[in-house]
T-cell receptor, first 113, second 114 residues
Framework: AQTVTQSQPEMSVQEAETVTLSCTYD???????LFWYKQPPSRQMILVIR??????QNATENRFSVNFQKAAKSFSLKISDSQLGDAAMYFC??????????FGTGTSLTVIP | ETGVTQTPRHLVMGMTNKKSLKCEQH?????MYWYKQSAKKPLELMFV???????ENNSVPSRFSPECPNSSHLFLHLHTLQPEDSALYLC?????????????FGDGTRLSIL
């Protein structure tokens, strides 16, 4: 089974500042997909951003971008211009040839006004 | 987003009770999932249904019994649960089991076992 590691249980960021959430994974596959999901308190888990492993270009969605380092098996999420609504639990997820999603333990992000 | 709806949102039950969790998706997806989310642990995949057939069961105790009567509905029947079963149970759907498309999640049911 694949493993996904999020080494930061909690992070905080000042409003309007930038924060980076880390994620590493373990796999022997070359073709896979990586995701970041956001789960606000008592609300649905929603997709933030997705990266295909065969693409070298880092994915970007508005204020959210990733730093995908395939050789290092690292997939960090950068949130720019942080907003209060960004406060949530963030999960990194891996999807490979096993056709199953593997999730990390999550990082709780606090945004300080 | 109301594509995946779970009821109830909260459930408190004793260890000898029998209850069911319900999940409904309005996205036209063919695959549905049950996950268990416990604090400080990765999401645990419990069951996968594809076109109403169970294709994955990750060694879940028999006190959890899934049911998928059609591609839009998924149930999780609970009986004689243990305190360690207290968690958030998430339902998700995706276009197909063999799909790398993102899963769409429901709000979850917060289950507390007394």
């Amino acid at each position: 089974a694949q493993t996904v590691t999020q080494s930061q249980p909690e992070m905080s960021v000042q409003e309007a500042e930038t924060v980076t959430l880390s994620c590493t994974y373990d796999t022997s596959e070359s073709d896979y997909y990586l995701f970041w999901y956001k789960q606000p308190p008592s609300r649905q888990m929603i997709l933030v951003i997705r990266q295909e492993a065969y693409k070298q270009q880092n994915a970007t969605e508005n204020r959210f971008s990733v730093n995908f380092q395939k050789a290092a098996k690292s997939f960090s999420l950068k949130i720019s211009d942080s907003q209060l609504g960004d406060a949530a639990m963030y999960f990194c997820a891996y999807y490979g040839t096993g056709n199953q999603f593997y999730f990390g333990t999550g990082t709780s992000l606090t945004v300080i006004p | 987003e109301t594509g995946v709806t779970q009821t109830p949102r909260h459930l408190v039950m004793g260890m000898t009770n029998k209850k069911s969790l319900k999940c409904e998706q309005h996205l036209g997806h063919n695959a549905m999932y049950w996950y268990k989310q416990s604090a400080k642990k990765p999401l645990e995949l419990m069951f996968v249904y594809s076109l109403e057939e169970r294709v994955e069961n990750n060694s879940v105790p028999s006190r959890f019994s899934p049911e998928c009567p059609n591609s839009s509905h998924l149930f999780l029947h609970l009986h004689t649960l243990q305190p360690e079963d207290s968690a958030l149970y998430l339902c998700a759907s995706s276009p197909g089991q063999y799909s790398n498309q993102p899963q769409h999640f429901g709000d979850g049911t917060r289950l507390s076992i007394l």
